[in-house]
C-alpha cells in the first residue's frame, strides 16, 4: 500500500551544479525496508543509481555516480534523499524511488525486482 512520491528535479541544471532529489513515502512507514534510485535516460533502459538499508548504516552506488551522489534516509519524516554534486549531461534521466519490501536487499540491492514499489519518477536535465 505504500505509495512513494519524487520532487527536487524539473528546469534544466548546468554541469557541474547540484540538486537534491527526495522521495516521500506514505502509507505505511518505511523504516523497516531498503530504498533505491534508478534513473531512466531516453533510449537506454532504466538502470541502478543507489540504495541503502532500512536504518541507514549501509549505502551503495553505481560506479557510474560514486563521488558525486550521496543517498541518505530520514525515517522520522519517511523520506529518502538522493544528493547530486558536480552533474554530468549524462546525469540526464527520469529518477525513480523505490522500496524493497519482499525481496533480500542485500543480495539484490542493483536489481529491479528486488523492489516492489515505485514512485512516478522525477524529470533530471543537466546541460553542457
Known amino acids: 500500500q505504500v505509495q512513494l512520491v519524487e520532487s527536487g528535479g524539473g528546469g534544466p541544471v548546468q554541469a557541474g551544479g547540484s540538486l537534491r532529489l527526495s522521495c516521500a513515502a506514505s502509507g505505511r512507514a518505511v523504516s523497516n525496508y531498503a530504498m533505491g534510485w534508478f534513473r531512466h535516460a531516453p533510449g537506454k533502459e532504466r538502470e541502478f543509481v543507489s540504495a541503502?538499508?532500512?536504518?541507514?548504516?549501509?549505502?551503495h552506488y553505481a560506479d557510474s555516480v560514486k563521488g558525486r551522489f550521496t543517498i541518505s534516509r530520514d525515517n522520522a519524516r519517511n523520506t529518502v534523499y538522493l544528493q547530486m554534486i558536480n552533474l554530468k549531461p549524462e546525469d540526464t534521466a527520469v529518477y525513480f524511488c523505490?522500496?524493497?519490501?519482499?525481496?533480500?536487499?542485500?543480495?539484490?540491492?542493483?536489481?529491479?525486482?528486488?523492489?516492489?514499489?515505485w514512485g512516478q519518477g522525477t524529470q533530471v536535465t543537466v546541460s553542457s
Open positions: 523505490a522500496v524493497s519490501i519482499y525481496s533480500l536487499y542485500t543480495i539484490g540491492f542493483a536489481r529491479e525486482n528486488t523492489y516492489d514499489n
Open positions: 541503502i538499508s532500512g536504518d541507514g548504516t549501509g549505502t
